[in-house]
């Protein structure tokens, strides 16, 4: 079955730092990976997404890699910021899935320190 | 333009009680999908609806639960006769076309059992 992983749970760094989120798929090949940002108690906000033909994405300060002979995308903060810190959840397609069942990952939980 | 409403925010309910939660997507949008995150868990689908229809619902527990989206009013999901482990977030989100496009999710509502 597809499973989706990512690297570590959380990941602490000094700001003006790049942080580096892996997230790792198996058993399929998604036509898209999407990239949210969760703070706690809210909902997931939308940053990135990165169709199976597109190497890589910027937008700011943000940055998405997808290697589909890895099976892995990783997803970059450059200059990061104390309000960077949040949970960073990255989903992909459900294989047979209608276009909005995603599989997300459980998030790595980034906190930049001043 | 506001964003996906979900009410009630928090939702304590006895077990056996009924819960009925509340998603108005943005304006424009026609697409709603229903997610459940239980407690460091990662989100998982239950159910996409367009108006008056539902598409998939295929992460939806085929007891207690329902989910509509009626031509006019907001998206309902309904639990019935409601046990502890129903206890978790309900994320609701809209999309004006496909998910691949972009999708915006509301803030939640929290469900407790108890």
């Known amino acids: 079955s597809q499973k989706i992983e990512q690297n570590s749970e959380a990941l602490n760094i000094q700001e003006g730092k790049t942080a580096t989120l892996t997230c790792n798929y198996t058993?399929?090949?998604?036509?898209?990976l999407q990239w949210y940002r969760q703070d706690p108690g809210r909902g997931p906000v939308f940053l990135l997404l990165?169709?199976?033909?597109?190497k890589e994405k910027r937008k700011e300060r943000l940055k998405v890699t997808f290697d589909t002979t890895l099976k892995q995308s990783l997803f970059h903060i450059t200059a990061s910021q104390p309000a960077d810190s949040a949970t960073y959840l990255c989903?992909?397609?459900?294989?047979?899935?209608?276009?909005?069942?995603?599989?997300f990952g459980k998030g790595t939980k980034l906190s930049v320190k001043p | 333009n506001a964003g996906v409403m979900q009410n009630p925010r928090h939702l304590v309910r006895r077990r056996g009680q009924e819960a009925r939660l509340r998603c108005s997507p943005m304006?424009?949008?026609?697409?709603v999908y229903w997610y459940r995150q239980l407690p460091e868990e990662g989100l998982k689908f239950m159910v996409y609806?367009?108006?008056?229809?539902?598409?998939?619902e295929s992460g939806m527990p085929k007891e207690r639960f329902s989910a509509e989206f009626p031509k006019e009013g907001p998206s309902i999901l309904r639990i019935q006769q409601v046990v502890r482990g129903d206890s978790a977030a309900y994320f609701c989100?809209?999309?004006?076309?496909?998910?691949?496009?972009?999708?915006?999710f509301g803030q939640g509502t929290r469900l407790t059992v108890v």
């Open positions: 304006k424009g949008h026609s697409h």
């Open positions: 058993n399929y090949s998604p036509a898209y």
């Open positions: 989903a992909l397609d459900k294989v047979g899935g209608s276009q909005g069942n995603l599989i």
């Open positions: 990165i169709r199976e033909n597109e």
């Open positions: 989100a809209s999309s004006r076309d496909g998910w691949d496009t972009e999708a915006f």
């Open positions: 609806l367009q108006k008056e229809n539902i598409i998939d």
